[in-house]
């Protein structure tokens, strides 16, 4: 049972280039989430999705694009990478929504140059 | 403004000692949770509060919610190395929210 798994684990992209932020989870969860932490800003939410096909914005979503076509995989988009965007990301997933502990990833450490 | 704010932002204790994590917010929580970080790790979930008055032990780590549901204490008994770590407390937004907000976290070193 692999969890919550975050590929790449660290990135480095130049100003302008997009990529895509690989999650994925065996745990059959419904709930999916993408964070960035930053120093002392703690974690905050990017975007989330409460189900297969089912996607919708955080605190932080610009720049950002989800999408969730399957209950596994919930990929994280950088449109055209920003400096602002250097960050280590999570993914997290729970059962359902609400009231309900989350499983986070190892987190993907990205910069921007 | 951060809406969980956690206290202190840094603690460095020797092994053994006691120490306590607080995460405090302006407005009632309806879940609070503790969260463990090693560096270059993800969050490791502790432990969840949800009533006012709730207390829950984990080995030597304790947490409580007070009764406003507005302040949570995470309290390590008789500190040992493997307790170092980021210490993260999350809250639901609301009643069954889809939505957690986090406080920007305490780190602890804890030495021989």
């Known amino acids: 049972n692999a969890g919550v798994t975050q590929t790449p684990k660290f990135q480095v992209l130049k100003t302008g280039q997009s990529m895509t932020l690989q999650c994925a989870q065996d745990?059959?969860?419904?709930?999916m989430s993408w964070y960035r932490q930053d120093p002392g800003m703690g974690l905050r939410l990017i975007h989330y999705?409460?189900?297969?096909?089912?996607?919708d914005q955080g605190e932080v979503p610009n720049g950002y694009n989800v999408s969730r076509s399957t209950t596994e995989d919930f990929p994280l988009r950088l449109l055209s990478a920003a400096p602002s965007q250097t960050s280590v990301y999570f993914c997290a997933s729970s059962r359902d929504r609400g009231n309900q502990p989350q499983h986070f990833g190892d987190g993907t450490r990205l910069s921007i140059l | 403004s951060q809406e969980l704010e956690q206290s202190p932002q840094s603690l460095i204790v020797q092994e053994g000692k006691n120490l306590t994590i607080n995460c405090t917010s302006s407005k009632t929580l309806y879940g609070l949770y503790w969260y463990k970080q090693k560096y270059g790790e993800g969050l490791i979930f502790l432990m969840m509060?949800?009533?006012?008055?709730e207390e829950k032990s984990h080995e030597k780590i304790t947490a409580k919610l007070d009764e406003k549901k507005q302040q949570s204490s995470l309290h390590i008994t008789a500190s040992q190395p493997s307790h170092a770590g980021i210490y993260l407390c999350?809250?639901?937004?609301?009643?069954?929210?889809?939505?957690?907000?986090f406080g920007t976290g305490t780190r602890l070193q804890v030495f021989p």
């Open positions: 999350g809250a639901d937004r609301g009643y069954n929210t889809d939505k957690l907000i």
């Open positions: 999705s409460v189900g297969a096909g089912i996607t």
């Open positions: 509060l949800q009533k006012g008055g």
């Open positions: 745990m059959n969860h419904e709930y």
